[in-house]
């Protein structure tokens, strides 16, 4: 039994002697080259990392990729992986805490004037009479999350501790805990948009989240709302967005996620005032290595048992 590690920037890789103790008989290898992927993957019979199509099919013996990532949209993209029976876990749960607290952080760029004061210090601009007017507390306000798996229960628990009153909606919504206002199903989107001042978009993305959030739902937006988009791109309607933001609708966003990433040098995001933009960065953590690899010890003895389901496991046709 081979388990491949391939190219990463989490240090996946540091944990293999000690898994070489404790799973005795499974060869554990390291291949940090993107570039010898498909080669590599030829004998793996487990692949922990990303993968393109193209090293997906030289993989003749693969029976299970663990993603480092939370979200599968990117391994689901590929035809030849969903129709196979090569099984298919994921992170997703590992980054619900940064990705929470970086909901946070740019909230906090706004109603704090964090992002208005850097750029005076750069000027050497005082500005207190002009800036400190315009800064506000989120307490008291309403937040509205849109997907209220891992990601959205991190966020409305520190919601909770700002003072916020909490809504949310889900295709399918769960428990609601006692500090959220409400939690429903999608057709409670509506009313969600109508009055949340701050809304975050945590859904994954699957062919039913595709331009979720359009033209029609920032009409049904407060004005003066912020949007706040962590989970994939594509969700969101950049156009329709820039459109929300000229016209003054909406009060500011924050992106860390895109259509096409990198985000191209010419894309009109870049030059929206009322923007912020981060790349594709937020799920970042120093214990994500640890999460991940975690996650696959857990389930590597049930996997060599033959116990399914895995932790994590995704359903491929669904996307999540």
């Known amino acids: 039994m081979k388990v491949l590690i391939g190219a990463n920037n989490m240090g996946l ?16 290898v390291h291949e940090p080259s993107r570039e010898n992927l498909a080669a590599a ?14 090293a997906f099919l030289a993989a003749k013996q693969l029976k299970w990729i663990h993603s480092p990532s939370s ?14 029976d090569v099984l298919l876990t994921s992170a997703v749960g590992t980054h619900s805490a940064c990705l929470a607290e970086s909901v946070f952080a740019m909230l906090l760029s706004f109603t704090r004037g964090i992002r208005q004061f850097i750029l005076r210090q750069q000027k050497h ?11 506000c507390e989120l307490t008291g306000q309403t937040i509205g999350l849109i997907g209220f798996g891992s990601v959205g229960r991190a966020t409305a628990k520190r919601a909770e501790a700002f003072g916020m009153r909490i809504l949310a909606v889900d295709a399918y919504p769960g428990a609601k ?33 595709d331009h979720m959030i359009d033209a029609s739902c920032f009409v049904q937006m407060k004005d003066g709302a912020y949007l706040i988009g962590i989970s994939r ?14 016209s003054g609708k909406l009060a500011g966003a924050a992106l860390d996620v895109f259509a096409q990433e990198p985000l191209p040098k010419d ?39 033959g116990y399914l389901p895995l932790r994590n496991q995704v359903n491929k046709e669904l996307g999540w």
């Open 13 to 28: 890789e540091t944990h293999m002697e000690r898994l070489r103790g404790e799973f005795a008989g499974v060869e554990f």
């Open 41 to 54: 993957l030829a004998d793996a019979d487990i692949y922990i990392g990303w993968i393109t199509r193209d």
């Open 71 to 84: 979200g599968a949209n990117a391994y689901v993209a590929i035809r030849e992986l969903v129709e196979s």
């Open 125 to 135: 601009e005082w500005s207190l009479a002009e800036l400190r007017s315009c800064l």
């Open 177 to 209: 805990p006692d500090y959220v206002e409400s939690l429903s199903g999608l057709e409670g989107l509506p009313r969600l948009l109508a009055e949340s001042d701050y809304v975050v978009v945590t859904v994954p993305y699957t062919k039913d989240t």
């Open 233 to 246: 791109g594509s969700i969101i309607d950049e156009d329709a967005l820039v459109d929300a933001l000229h």
């Open 267 to 305: 894309s009109p995001l870049w030059d929206e005032p009322n923007l912020l933009i981060t790349p594709h960065a937020m799920g970042g953590t120093q214990y994500e290595g640890q999460h991940v690899m975690a996650i696959f010890e857990e389930n590597l003895p049930k996997f060599l048992k």
